[in-house]
């Protein structure tokens, strides 16, 4: 069900970013999201719509839905939009008169290159929407939203902050049910059962394919990464890491544990592997120290990938971090290299009210993988965990 506060704190967070940002109006244009939805709905409307739809922000406050006849009756119940117009034949008439009375000097349209989340007007939306601004002078006035959106995600508002800090209390709980659980014997599959089942009674959901989430790796032969748990089982001497994340009330958390299981006379793990762990804390420490308003998500990767090369282990293949919130990868931002593959991303700016993870790690030969993720978010001063950090190697005594 729609959260109107939410919505509404969304809607009027939307507003302020277009006077912060210079931009006239903002346009969401689409059509039966049942099908193909538009990752910026869940911010804004949070509802279906069957007809193709429009809805207008401007940085005056107007909050203009044009929508299907059908579709208005919910849209208007949520008391957000106003006003609510419906529309029998065709949405031209009232799309472009609606642009008619507001006069934008630019129109914000949801299409980017580097976020899939500001990206979500298709190729044939946009054909539409030029098709049916033709003739105006509106056509000529169409821009990326995507550093309007990249915002909007991005910094998250306190009713989504507490949403994501609940989420993060759950699967916190949910690591101590596995600690508890594991023991010499069980398998990749059967710990990632345990904790399908345990999500369950709590009433949440994975946080991305349930088929690896929770990514289980036991052991030196497993493989990091995304990949499905299988019928490694947990053996004395041998690490186990879990990556897990939970969507609880529509938000997302996301963390990585580690255990050391003690072999046959030992009271502590081996002195490699606490040194793995070592660098792996200290290397989260440092982008956590390194993250505030103002840098560029690359700078805040880089300090992470020094800390850990001087403790002279290789560097980590993906970046150090991404938003989290509504999905897992939330938002434009990315902690990371200033590699090809993650296009304009890393040189994004850090803002204040942004909620990231924290996350790298190493592999012990004939031990495992030593990986950690928190989650952080960004304050006006610089950052805090809203996990508890893994400070110390958790141990499993056979």
Same mark, same amino acid.
């Given at each position: 069900?729609?959260?109107?506060?939410l919505?509404?704190?969304?809607?009027?967070?939307?507003?302020?970013?277009?006077?912060?940002?210079?931009?006239?109006?903002?346009?969401?244009?689409?059509?039966e999201?049942?099908?193909?939805?538009?990752? +910026?709905?869940?911010?804004?409307?949070?509802?279906n719509?069957?007809?193709?739809?429009?809805?207008?922000?401007?940085?005056?406050?107007?909050?203009?839905?044009?929508?299907?006849?059908?579709?208005?009756?919910?849209?208007?119940?949520?008391?957000?939009?106003?006003?609510?117009?419906?529309?029998?034949?065709?949405?031209? @008439? *009232?799309?472009?008169?609606?642009?008619?009375?507001?006069?934008?000097?630019?129109?914000?349209?949801?299409?980017?290159?580097?976020?899939?989340a500001?990206?979500?007007l298709?190729?044939?939306?946009? &054909?539409m929407?030029?098709?049916?601004?033709s003739?105006?002078?509106f056509? @000529?006035?169409?821009?990326?939203?995507?550093?309007?959106?990249?915002?909007?995600?991005?910094?998250?508002?306190p009713?989504?902050?507490?949403?994501?800090?609940?989420?993060?209390?759950?699967?916190?709980?949910?690591?101590?049910?596995?600690?508890?659980?594991?023991?010499?014997?069980?398998?990749?599959?059967?710990?990632?059962?345990?904790?399908?089942?345990?999500?369950?009674?709590?009433?949440?959901?994975?946080?991305?394919d349930?088929?690896? &989430?929770?990514?289980?790796?036991?052991?030196p032969?497993a493989?990091?990464?995304?990949?499905?748990?299988?019928?490694?089982?947990?053996a004395?001497g041998?690490? +186990?890491?879990?990556?897990?994340?939970?969507?609880?009330?529509?938000?997302?958390?996301?963390?990585?544990?580690?255990?050391?299981?003690?072999?046959?006379?030992?009271?502590?793990?081996?002195?490699? +592997?606490?040194?793995?762990?070592?660098?792996?804390?200290?290397?989260?420490?440092?982008?956590?120290?390194?993250?505030? *308003?103002?840098?560029?998500?690359?700078?805040?990767?880089?300090a992470?990938?020094?800390?850990?090369?001087?403790?002279?282990?290789?560097?980590?293949?993906?970046?150090?971090?991404?938003?989290?919130?509504?999905?897992?990868?939330?938002?434009?931002?990315?902690?990371?290299?200033?590699?090809?593959?993650?296009?304009?991303? *890393?040189? @994004?700016?850090?803002?204040?009210?942004?909620?990231?993870?924290?996350?790298?790690?190493?592999?012990?030969? @004939?031990?495992?993988?030593?990986?950690?993720?928190?989650?952080?978010?960004?304050?006006?001063?610089g950052?805090?965990?809203?996990?508890?950090?893994?400070?110390?190697?958790?141990?499993?005594?056979?």
């Amino acid at each position: 069900m729609p959260n109107p506060a939410l919505i509404r704190e969304k809607v009027r967070q939307a507003i302020a970013l277009l006077n912060e940002k210079g931009i006239d109006a903002w346009l969401t244009f689409v059509r039966e999201t049942e099908q193909t939805r538009d990752p +910026v709905l869940d911010l804004i409307l949070d509802l279906n719509v069957t007809w193709i739809s429009a809805f207008i922000l401007t940085a005056q406050g107007d909050r203009v839905a044009i929508v299907g006849r059908f579709d208005r009756e919910n849209v208007a119940a949520l008391e957000v939009w106003d006003p609510v117009i419906g529309y029998d034949e065709s949405i031209r @008439g *009232p799309l472009v008169e609606t642009l008619q009375r507001l006069n934008p000097r630019e129109i914000a349209i949801n299409y980017s290159e580097n976020d899939p989340a500001a990206d979500g007007l298709t190729h044939g939306m946009w &054909c539409m929407l030029h098709r049916l601004l033709s003739g105006t002078p509106f056509v @000529g006035r169409l821009i990326s939203a995507e550093d309007l959106i990249g915002s909007l995600r991005g910094r998250k508002t306190p009713l989504e902050l507490e949403a994501i800090r609940r989420a993060v209390e759950t699967t916190e709980r949910l690591f101590a049910e596995i600690g508890a659980f594991l023991r010499p014997g069980r398998t990749e599959r059967e710990i990632q059962a345990f904790v399908h089942e345990r999500m369950r009674a709590y009433g949440v959901e994975p946080a991305w394919d349930p088929d690896y &989430c929770p990514i289980v790796a036991v052991g030196p032969e497993a493989p990091a990464g995304h990949a499905m748990p299988g019928d490694r089982r947990v053996a004395p001497g041998v690490l +186990v890491h879990v990556d897990l994340g939970i969507r609880q009330e529509g938000f997302c958390s996301d963390l990585q544990r580690v255990w050391y299981v003690l072999g046959e006379g030992e009271t502590e793990p081996p002195p490699e +592997v606490q040194r793995a762990f070592r660098a792996v804390r200290e290397a989260i420490q440092a982008g956590f120290q390194t993250l505030r *308003p103002g840098v560029q998500g690359w700078e805040v990767d880089a300090a992470a990938r020094r800390a850990l090369a001087g403790q002279g282990y290789p560097e980590y293949l993906h970046a150090l971090g991404h938003h989290i919130g509504r999905t897992v990868h939330d938002g434009s931002t990315i902690l990371g290299p200033r590699w090809e593959r993650y296009g304009q991303t *890393p040189y @994004g700016v850090v803002e204040a009210g942004n909620v990231f993870t924290l996350e790298l790690g190493v592999r012990v030969p @004939g031990y495992g993988y030593v990986g950690l993720e928190e989650d952080v978010r960004v304050t006006p001063q610089g950052a805090e965990w809203i996990s508890h950090p893994q400070t110390e190697l958790w141990v499993i005594r056979p």
